[in-house]
């Protein structure tokens, strides 16, 4: 029902003649010929991942010489925000992007494609991803859904909340009403949490009425853009719920395998290049953000004690895996994942987490 | 004199057909038609960024359907690895891979793009270069030299180095004999180190026989491979000198100005993607690598430490404005570096910095 009444809009905004086209892509008249896809974004035209959706879209045209283009519909433009993966799915659009972890509804392995508390950085994903394998196990998910997954884009570390309380030790949780989506939200809640589910527009509302406690949302640049630092006095660190959380690219499988050689090399290069811009993106504003909440908005920095995040990491121990063996495909995901993260730990205590720490030992 | 060896030499080497037509490449004639670039690689064509940059000339055919095909020569294949970048800004190859800090001698600013002791990791040198105008400046700098720059790849961060003795304190570092490259060795110098330069392919060689004390060379996966466990005991941590080092595609400026927007927008994802493959890879393989290196070698892994620290980082506080200064590029392109340093020390330390400590907490 919700389909035909989707349809019925597609044709109404005019785009049926690509609808038409899009359906009949993989006859190999219309392969070697110029292809019209319809992109749907879950997120809003206004914002870094609508003009990241736009940038992606243009370059296909562009480096293809319009032998594929892409109609970028962005949030709410032809399809609700989080009916875009159905759309793709369905074949309606031939591409989507958003989230891995809000399509949890349709496979609980793939919100460990997103990314995982006290799991891997984006550095450490990409490597993952690009040259460890992920790539591969991330798309036997995404294949049994009948679509292709490309990373496009990435937030990088986030920040661990807001608040209007100190939170000194686990006690201080107990009773929390708390925003925080996915598989962070399911370890709070073994704390006493209790954990609300909001929607991005909501979350300053609730904050001011008292509808909730606290909240998490991204990190400094995305959260001063909100205005949470008016109504919550603490802003916590670090962020061990999202270290870093990645962004998909899903396409039909048959519109993906209906490419030719040279047009699909395009768009995994169009993928691979957002996915880098954004993540270069969030680094370089989140810098400037920061530096202005603290010395321009007068926010009180606060990191969570040894004591809490000790509690949290075991706990985490405990939820993730029995998350993870809820089916076969989440278990084999989440083993590949573990191994990788295993030789990462290390790795990046000697490198990133050392060199860190000596860099304020030069004043440049 | 020169020159005329190399060229003589293309031509024995049967790229003498290419060689006319890149000459004549700006022509609109061959502008619109199909063209031919000549790429010389400074790196072997058996590693990593041998591969490297095969794939980014197969990508650009491919994407391009062979309007635009890049026949790459690796190092010493058609000119000697540092012979590369004079080829390209001649004009007798159009495209280059290095690293920055190689052509020192003909730009001092020119190392500051490879990266910089106490300076950014390779998440920040991203942002800065797509994302706070890094790129531009850096043009400035290679458009000078009759050439374009596009970011093609990233160790990530790098080792402290090798050494058969105990480095505690800045006393031990007198009178060593220490292979270090660029502006980490000129740092070293002033502790009294004797400061030797080799290429790769001696370094073992050197550590073997005593002609040197130490060395550094790249990170787990690289040295690793050199065999510098077999004759030295010690491996230090953190990389203060190289936190991360930009590899550069360097375009003959002509040649790049010369291509139409679909071929430009193909060539810039290529690097775009190739930088991200590459630091994916490093990091990937350096996991493993570090933890082969403890595990299987039984090397000894050792922290330089703190006072230590605080010694080269204030030295590295006099020296490097030292060497920016000596000309008004350097000084530009520094004090833009140090701008947006200045912002990401403190959110790196928040973020990645308390993360990496905290994600020990959980035992996943």
Redesign the interface.
Known sequence: MKRRVFMKGAATAGVAGAAVAASTFSTPAIAKGKQKWIGVNTFGKAGLLGRAFDAFAK?VG????DRLSIKVYHAGELVKPFETFDAVQEGTAQIGLGAPYYWTGKSNAIQFVAGM???L????Q???????GGLDMCNKVYNELGLQFLPCGNT??Q?GGWYNKEINTAADLDGLKFRMPGLGGEILKTFGVNVILLPGTEVLAALTSGAIDGTEWI??VADRGKGLYKVAKYYY????HE?ATVLDCFINKKAFDGLD??LR??VE??A??T???L???F??????A??AL?NKEGVQ?K??S?EL??A???R??EV??AIASKDKMSQELYDHL?A??K??????????????????????
Do not use: C
């Open positions: 370059f562009e480096a293809s010489e508390p006290f799991g950085n984006a550095q450490e990409n490597g993952w991803l690009y040259q460890a990088g570390n920040m990190g400094p660190y670090p962020g061990w270290p050689n040279s090399t395009i290069h169009a691979a290049k996915n880098l811009m993540l270069s993106q680094q370089a504003l989140n810098n400037a920061m530096d603290i920095l990191t969570y040894d995040l000790q949290i990491g075991k985490a121990t993730l895996p573990i990788y993260r030789t990462s730990v290390n790795w990046a205590r000697l490198s990133e987490g050392a060199f860190i720490k000596a860099r304020e030992y030069a004043d440049l």
